[in-house]
């Protein structure tokens, strides 16, 4: 079935270090990616996405490119804050619509 | 308002009691969900509703009913939890019927519930 994987967390950097979380994924057809972020106390808000391969998604310095020859979509930003401490989740979308999450990593930046 | 909010943002429950979330969406969006999720585990997708009809239930138990009255509001109506039902539940919108894959989904803040 169609599914998502992600690296397991915690991931701790200091600040200014770069940043890679791996996400690949298993599905059929040609899917939508994204990646998701969430702030403690908070819902999941839309970090970047991708609709075809190739693609690369971009915003607030991270960037994910969507990689069908290797079912991939990473995430790095080169050089991460305090205020990026977050869990993030790699997602898929297909036609039909279901959205599937990946387990979410967190991610915590020291000063 | 804007975007989607969720009420109450905090809730504890005895086992015996009936409660309601409520989820409304400010963004014209016609498709709404609840996700369950709970720590260490994968988002759970437990109701997708598109244009107000229930498209998809993913096998949850029946003390958790779903009502989506219009496209703005959906509630999840909750009754003889278990303890096991503790989480933080999250609602979320989207544009376009379920079918379309490059439109996003937004989420609500959540509601932490607690069953004791």
């Known amino acids: 079935g169609d599914s998502v994987t992600q690296m397991e967390g915690p991931v701790t950097l200091s600040e200014e270090a770069f940043l890679t979380i791996n996400c690949t994924y298993t599905?059929?057809?040609?899917?939508?990616l994204f990646w998701y972020v969430q702030y403690p106390g908070e819902g999941l808000q839309l970090l970047l996405k991708a609709t075809k391969a190739d693609d690369k998604g971009s915003n607030k310095g991270f960037e994910a490119t969507y990689r069908k020859e290797t079912t991939s979509f990473h995430l790095e930003k080169g050089s991460v804050q305090v205020s990026d401490s977050a869990v993030y989740f790699c997602?898929?979308?297909?036609?039909?619509?279901?959205?599937?999450f990946g387990t979410g990593t967190s991610l915590t930046v020291i000063p | 308002e804007t975007g989607v909010t969720q009420t109450p943002r905090h809730l504890v429950m005895g086992m015996t009691n009936k409660k309601s979330l409520k989820c409304e969406q400010h963004l014209g969006h016609n498709a709404m969900y609840w996700y369950k999720q709970s720590a260490k585990k994968p988002l759970e997708l437990m109701f997708v509703y598109s244009l107000e009809e229930r498209v998809e239930n993913n096998s949850v138990p029946s003390r958790f009913s779903p009502e989506c009255p219009n496209s703005s509001h959906l509630f999840l109506h909750l009754h003889t939890l278990q303890p096991e039902d503790s989480a933080l539940y999250l609602c979320?919108?989207?544009?376009?019927?379920?079918?379309?894959?490059?439109?996003?989904?937004?989420f609500g803040p959540g509601t932490r519930l607690t069953v004791t």
């Open positions: 997602a898929l979308r297909k036609e039909v619509g279901q959205f599937y």
């Open positions: 599905a059929t057809g040609y899917p939508s």
């Open positions: 979320a919108s989207s544009l376009g019927p379920a079918g379309g894959k490059t439109y996003e989904q937004y």
